[in-house]
């Protein structure tokens, strides 16, 4: 049986930040081993994180790479938003969105990106579980990509650099002058944050999500009680309306109440002297679409007394 010193459970402690216990008893299993040690660590805190694995985690942080004419949003989740304040996992965020650069937009395989930790991105979550003591996941990946000009990002409700609630990119396409075309980007990213647009324009919406409108629309003009040809003409106008407002390139810009985006871009296109092209743009809002389960703690105690 090996000896287990003090320094063999400080370097284990080093190397994996367990507890003192943890790690005296994790090489009391191992015989001394401190990668077997480790190993079994790992699997301790993949223990406890199985067992978090079916909590709502709907907060968390939404995050922002930029690189030059590349840029990735990642949003990962905790179960609180104590958890976002928390030193060790934005770490854990800023590095999984520095290799959502990498990966392209494929969740996959940013998941399986290796990190410093010499885990990968999906491993090394389920580590952090077991530390922190919180379900969490990386829900979701997205990117852009220009062959000259800029992709910008904004972060609203920042909670630390390059992270927060609400994540924004934009994609300009253009060979001016790339610190305007940054200021550009950073000023349509706000915009995008504030107003939610559905698509880039048109052709880009989902047919899905028009086919709805028009048929509410529809629904609701005939209440009316009009003609159907006055009828047609009335959703007519409101779908250009609809469009107008839920396309990113026809909306009004809100920093001037004026202009359409197409017009922003085109009037900067003007001042640098030469083309520049809205490509495309992306957006995040922390935990959108997660169902938060609603928690009844009366009935919470009262099941726990009557299975006592």
């Known amino acids: 049986m090996a000896q287990i010193t003090t320094a063999l459970i400080k370097e284990l402690r080093d190397k994996t930040s367990a507890g003192m216990m943890d790690c005296k008893k994790a090489l009391t299993e191992t015989n001394g081993d401190i990668e077997a040690a480790a190993d079994w660590l790992r699997q301790k805190g993949i223990a406890k ?24 949003l990642v949003e990962v989740n905790s179960e609180t938003d104590f958890v976002a304040r928390n030193e060790a996992f934005q770490a854990v965020v800023a590095e999984i969105a520095d290799l959502g650069i990498g990966a392209g937009g494929d969740i996959d395989t940013l998941k399986a990106a290796g990190t410093k930790s010499g885990e990968n991105v999906a491993d090394h979550l389920v580590a952090l579980v077991g530390k922190i003591g919180e379900n969490m996941s ?10 000259d000009g800029v992709v910008s990002g904004y972060i609203h409700n920042a909670e630390a650099d390059g992270m927060g609630k609400i994540g924004v990119m934009v994609a300009l396409e253009s060979t001016g002058d790339k610190a305007a075309l ?40 005939r209440e009316s009680g009009k003609p159907e040809a006055i009828i047609e003409k009335m959703v007519d106008g409101r779908m250009q309306k609809f469009f107008k407002e839920s396309v990113l390139t026809t909306q009004i810009f809100v920093m001037d109440g004026e202009r359409t985006i197409d017009q922003v871009v085109a009037d900067e296109a003007k001042t640098l002297g030469t083309d520049v092209k809205l490509t495309g743009f992306a957006r995040m809002a922390l935990g959108e679409g997660i169902e938060k389960k609603e928690e009844d703690f009366a009935a919470e105690v009262a099941a726990a007394v009557a299975g006592s």
């Open 49 to 72: 994180a199985d067992k978090k694995a079916s909590r709502v985690a709907a907060e968390g942080l939404v995050a922002v790479s930029l690189g030059g004419t590349k840029g990735a």
């Open 138 to 147: 990386l829900r979701r990946t997205d990117y852009l990509e220009v062959s």
């Open 182 to 221: 940054e200021t550009l980007g950073k000023k349509i990213a706000m915009h995008v944050a504030a107003t939610s647009p559905l698509a880039l324009t048109p052709a880009d919406l989902d047919e899905a999500v028009v086919t709805k409108e028009r048929d509410m629309l529809i629904a609701e003009a």
